[in-house]
Structures are given as structure tokens and as C-alpha cells.
């Protein structure tokens, strides 16, 4: 019920029922140091009536009863308000106060009294009042003398006390509620400031960010953590615009070739073989573009895939030496010599297909860009905790200044080339995604050979594992 509130409201209440808790229990405490204040007072004073009521009395001539000495004086132990008597030690009556009547003061608890007791009791008529039992001898003879007052009036007081407060409590707690409330405002003000400076962040205008506050707080830490996310999506939205538009020329590129060449072969009669040759063109193009949707669906799987894969220890000199088997036809062609390293298995945690597919793009590269009678070596090594594949070529190689671009998608040293050669442009973006799936990584630099070495590094796995 209370997270449906707003943070405001939320923190004025939490303030003000806080500030009610501690009032409270400081008035509580107050009204009870009072009481406890009263009754001590109560108790000097029953003290002193005694002490009075002691000097008040004698004994009569048979020494068995006892007598006011001076009666008439006010304040000992003759008033209305104060009830006293004293006993022998069987709570026998030797004197009584006029006040009392028919009435007597309770004993004292425990026989062979001796000492002083207070306590708080109960008359018959259901008077309460507190009473001193004081053994005090009177004259040179042993008695009991009890003197009580009614607890009432301080009871008043304590009652008087706590009623102001009672009374006092609402505006005190809207008080509190309004302090609360102001309170929240002003903390939340500057929350309220950055979200009104957000609410201008769109996607065309996401290079803004949020004004950092002066002080090093818990908003000005808000506000570095918002403008990072800021910054990544304004990156990531930057890569998604590139990419859009470079796919869309990708497309349009195969598209306005085959149009061109459609509309030239359409605009006169022709034999029978041109038509032939030109569909067989336009083919081409349907295939580059299919090629290219492929791949560009690959790349997205990768991307959307936040799943891990699940990895198994496999050969990897094994499953190189056939995949080189299998391409060995296209080095033929531009009669290259392929050459993977033979040696003793050597296991790497791998997915196959993953794996597959990057092995494949690197040497379909090698062999691509490597000129005829070319050499393409495959080096598969243990180093430490890694298994690394080294794809070594004496082609042109790779400048450093492009190393870091050329796993860009539709990064490409020379466009009109790559194309030429049939190329997309995704192959190492594809390639180099497949290889971190793996929890692996994919590096160029500059051969032995004189051309281009692709590293592959992946987990080595303990043989037979
Ligand atoms: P493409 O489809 O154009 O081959 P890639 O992503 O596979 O796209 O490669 C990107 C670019 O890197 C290529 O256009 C090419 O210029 C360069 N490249 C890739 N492999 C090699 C290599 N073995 N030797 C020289 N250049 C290479």
C-alpha cells in the first residue's frame, strides 16, 4: 500500500510517524519522572507530619494512652486532609486523628515492626493514600505511628500534565508532517531537475547528458551512472545507424548491377545466348546477395544468442587436417600448397559448428587473397592454458594501420577487390564473434610467410576429458 505513494509522500509519512515515536516516548518518560517526582515529594512531607505528630503527643498520667499536647496547632497532624494514628506493637490504637472517624490505617506488613514503611493503600471508602509507618518511640515509650494523605491531588497533576500534552499531540504531529513533507520536497528537488533534464534525451538527441551536481553524493553518482548508459547507447545506436545504412548499400549494390544489365539486354532483340548470359549474371548477383542475407543472419544469431555455449573437448589437429582436406580443391585451383601441422591430437574446448565456421572463413581468405602458386600454412600449438591455430600466408598481408578495423563488418582494404573475389565483407566479424563465443579470441598480425597471420586462441581441454 505504501510503495503505491510517491517518494514525497512516502517520506513524510516515514518523518513524521518517526518524529511521533520519539515525542512520545520523551512525553511518556516526562509524565513518568513527574509522578515519580510527586510521590517523593509526598513522601518528605508524610515524614515530616510524623516527625510534627511525634512532638504533638504525650502520654497520660497511667502512661496507656496518649493525648494531644497542643491541639489547636495547625499543620500537626490535626488537619483534614491528612489521616494519622498511632499503635502499640499489636496495632492496638493509642491515639487517633479526628479526620479518620470510624476509619483505620492499615498495619504494617510483617509483626515486630521496626523501622519505616511507605505504601501506597486503600481506606475504606475507597480513598487511595499514601502512608508512612514509622516505629518511633514517643516519650521513652515504644510505638507505631502511621500517617497517610491522599494521593489524589498529585494524581490531578500527572492527569493535567498529560491532558496539555494529549491536547498538544495533533499540531505537534502536523508539525512534524509539514517539516517531513518540506523536508522530502527539498531533497527530491534536484531528482526532479535531472529527470526533467532526461526527459529531453531522445534517440535523435542522445548525445546529451545529465549536469553533474558540485558536491560528490549519492546524485552526483547517479548522474555519472546515467550518462555512461547515455554514452553506450549513443554508441551502440551509432554502430546499429552504420550498420543499417552499409547493409543497405551492400544490397543496393548487387541490385543496381543486375537492373542495369536487365534493362540494357531488354532494350533490343537479342540472340539467344545473351539472354542466357545475362541471367547467368543476374544469378551471380542473386547468389552474392543470398550469401550476404546468409551471413548477415548469422551475425545477428550471435548477437541475440545471450545463452553460453556449451563447449566439448575436441581434436582440434583432427578436425584442422579435415577441413583442409575438404578446401584443399580451392587451393588446387589457384594451385597453392596448404600445409596443417600433423602431430598427436590436441584437445580445445570448442563448439563444432562455431568453430567450423571460423576456420573456414580464415582459410577461405588465405586461399582468396593469397595469389597463385601461393602457401598457406596451419600451425595448431599448446601455449599454457590456450590452444592456438596460426593461419600463416605469403599474400599481401595486413597493414598494421587496418588490423583493428578488419573485423569491422563491411570493413574491407580494397572494396572493389574483395567484391571481385566474391567477398562480404562479414567473413572476420563473423569469424572473430564465433571465436569469443567460444571464450576464445582472434588476432592478426604479420607472418613468417611474409603475408597475414590469423591467430585463433581457444581453452585448451585436458586430452581425453
Ligand atoms: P571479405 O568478405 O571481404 O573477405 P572479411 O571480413 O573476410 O571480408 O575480410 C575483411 C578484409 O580483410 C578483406 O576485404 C581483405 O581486405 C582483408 N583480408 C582478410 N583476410 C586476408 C588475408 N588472409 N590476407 C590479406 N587480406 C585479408
Keep these: 500500500m505504501l510503495r503505491r505513494l510517491s517518494i514525497r509522500v512516502r517520506l ?59 491541639e489547636a496547632r495547625p499543620g500537626a497532624g490535626f488537619e483534614d486532609s491528612l489521616w494519622s494514628e498511632v499503635v502499640d506493637a499489636e496495632d492496638r490504637p493509642l491515639w487517633r486523628s479526628p479526620s479518620l472517624g470510624a476509619r483505620r490505617l492499615p498495619a504494617a506488613s510483617g509483626r515486630a515492626f521496626a523501622g519505616r514503611e511507605f505504601r501506597t493503600a486503600s481506606l475504606a471508602g475507597g480513598v487511595e493514600v499514601r502512608l508512612l509507618i514509622l516505629s518511633e518511640p514517643i516519650d521513652g515509650k515504644p510505638a507505631v505511628l502511621k500517617v497517610a494523605r491522599a494521593t489524589e491531588p498529585h494524581h490531578r497533576e ?47 538527441q542522445l548525445s546529451a547528458r545529465l549536469a553533474l551536481p558540485p558536491a560528490r553524493d549519492e546524485l552526483s553518482k547517479l548522474a555519472e551512472t546515467v550518462n555512461g548508459v547515455l554514452t553506450r547507447l549513443e554508441r551502440s545506436f551509432e554502430t ?7 547493409a543497405s548499400h551492400e544490397l543496393r549494390t548487387p541490385l543496381a548491377a543486375m537492373r542495369a544489365e536487365l534493362e540494357v539486354c531488354l532494350r533490343e532483340e537479342r540472340p539467344a545466348a545473351e539472354y542466357r548470359a545475362a541471367l547467368e549474371s543476374a544469378l551471380e548477383e542473386i547468389d552474392r546477395m543470398t550469401q550476404l542475407a546468409d551471413q548477415l543472419l548469422v551475425l545477428s544469431r550471435h548477437e541475440a544468442s545471450r545463452a553460453e555455449v556449451a563447449l566439448k573437448p575436441v581434436d582440434v589437429r583432427g578436425f584442422v587436417a579435415n577441413l583442409v582436406e575438404e578446401l584443399c580443391v580451392l587451393a588446387d585451383e589457384k594451385q597453392q600448397d ?65 588490423r583493428v578495423r578488419v573485423f569491422d563488418r563491411f570493413y574491407r582494404i580494397d572494396r572493389s577487390r574483395s567484391r571481385e573475389l566474391g ?22 598480425g604479420d607472418s613468417p610467410l611474409g603475408g597475414a597471420r590469423f591467430t585463433l586462441a581457444l581453452r585448451a581441454a585436458e586430452e581425453g576429458a
Design 240 to 246: 546499429l545507424r552504420q550498420f543499417t545504412s552499409d
Design 338 to 402: 596448404i600445409f596443417p601441422e600433423a602431430g598427436r591430437p590436441l584437445f580445445a574446448l570448442v563448439d563444432e559448428e562455431l568453430l567450423q565456421r571460423v576456420l573456414r572463413n580464415l582459410l577461405h581468405n588465405a586461399i582468396r587473397y593469397t595469389p597463385r602458386e601461393g602457401r598457406i600454412d596451419i600451425g595448431v600449438n599448446r601455449d599454457g592454458d590456450r590452444v592456438r591455430i596460426d593461419i600463416d600466408d605469403n599474400g599481401p598481408g595486413i597493414a598494421p594501420e587496418h
Design 158 to 204: 500527572v492527569g493535567v500534565v498529560r491532558t496539555q500534552l494529549f491536547l498538544a499531540a495533533p499540531a505537534a504531529l502536523l508539525l512534524a508532517l509539514l517539516g517531513a513533507w518540506f523536508l522530502a520536497g527539498r531533497a527530491l528537488r534536484p531528482v526532479e531537475r535531472m529527470r526533467e533534464e532526461l526527459e529531453q534525451v531522445s534517440a535523435e
Design 423 to 444: 567477398g562480404t565483407g562479414l567473413g572476420l566479424a563473423i569469424a572473430r564473434s564465433a571465436a569469443l563465443r567460444m571464450q576464445g579470441s582472434l588476432e592478426v
Design 12 to 70: 513524510a509519512l516515514l518523518g513524521s510517524a518517526v518524529s511521533a515515536l520519539v515525542v512520545l516516548g520523551y512525553a511518556s518518560l516526562a509524565v513518568t519522572f513527574l509522578e515519580r517526582g510527586l510521590l517523593d515529594s509526598l513522601d518528605q512531607r508524610l515524614v515530616i507530619d510524623a516527625e510534627l505528630l511525634e512532638r504533638s503527643l504525650l502520654w497520660d498520667g497511667e502512661r496507656t494512652r496518649l493525648v494531644g499536647a497542643v
